[in-house]
């Protein structure tokens, strides 16, 4: 079992920056690859970032690249997602995601959920 819990989740302005934190607990984290997702009302969760298990790999939508990196900290048990240039529309319930050592970008092949964290970007 992996336990994730999300944290950094806030209301920013238009413009503004967040950074969320995805705590690991459990099993050894540096064997799994992990996903942020997010998903706003009435809307199916939407991939948003993704990292292999060893950080070497990445990979970001294009509604979100440019803007949000993903980086992990295998000592620290801890996946980050720095959030630039933010807009309203990025404004969802963002979850991060586990899976064994394989990185994907579709949010049924990930097997370890976190609580979510909300995050308001007013215009």
């Known amino acids: 079992q992996v336990q994730l819990v999300e944290s950094g989740g806030g209301l920013v302005q238009a413009g503004g920056d967040l950074r969320l934190s995805c705590a690991a607990s459990?099993?050894?984290?540096?064997?799994?690859?992990v996903g942020w997702f997010r998903q706003a009302p009435g809307k199916d969760r939407e991939f948003v970032a993704a990292?292999?298990?060893?950080?070497?790999?990445?990979y970001y939508p294009d509604s979100v690249k440019g803007r949000f990196t993903i980086s992990r900290d295998n000592a620290k048990n801890t996946v980050y997602l720095q959030m630039n240039s933010l807009k309203p529309e990025d404004t969802a319930v963002y979850y991060c995601?586990?899976?064994?050592?394989?990185?994907?970008?579709?949010?049924?092949?990930?097997?370890?959920w976190g609580q979510g964290t909300q995050v308001t970007v007013s215009s």
């Open positions: 990292i292999s298990w060893s950080g070497g790999n990445t």
């Open positions: 459990g099993r050894p984290f540096s064997s799994y690859a």
């Open positions: 995601a586990a899976k064994f050592l394989e990185i994907r970008i579709v949010a049924t092949e990930y097997d370890y």
